[in-house]
């Protein structure tokens, strides 16, 4: 499985982006997918998952209610919906495949290139 992320950028605080992940690979619905962010200093950390048949979803507390995770298996495409967004949303963003429990002990089978979101304030 390969993983291509888009969608980031500049936005000011309050502010909405939706990211993409295309995943190319035959066995794309097998996995679980997620999103994964790294600040700048920091260490990459879990923001949220969707199970393979999208109906189990699970999200850190700092994104709860703003973000909103969702996959569409005919596209092959995961996505991230973000609202509300904070000036410590600002990181790179991941999208990564594996399983599902396992994607959020930082245990990824697959890393997608990271996408930049930066939010003024």
């Known amino acids: 499985v390969q993983l291509q992320a888009s969608g980031g950028g500049l936005v000011q605080a309050g502010g909405s982006l939706r990211l993409s992940c295309a995943a190319s690979g035959r066995t794309f619905s097998s996995y679980a997918m997620g999103w994964f962010r790294q600040a700048p200093g920091k260490e990459r950390e879990f923001v949220t998952n969707?199970?393979?048949?999208?109906?189990?979803?699970y999200y850190t507390d700092s994104v709860k209610g703003r973000f909103t995770i969702s996959r569409e298996t005919a596209k092959n495409t995961v996505y991230l919906q973000m609202n509300s967004l904070k000036p410590e949303d600002t990181a790179v963003y991941y999208c990564?495949?594996?399983?599902?429990?396992?994607?959020?002990?930082?245990?990824?089978?697959?890393w997608g290139q990271g996408t930049q979101v930066t939010v003024s304030s």
């Open positions: 969707i199970a393979w048949s999208g109906g189990r979803t």
């Open positions: 990564a495949a594996g399983g599902f429990f396992e994607l959020r002990t930082m245990k990824v089978d697959y």
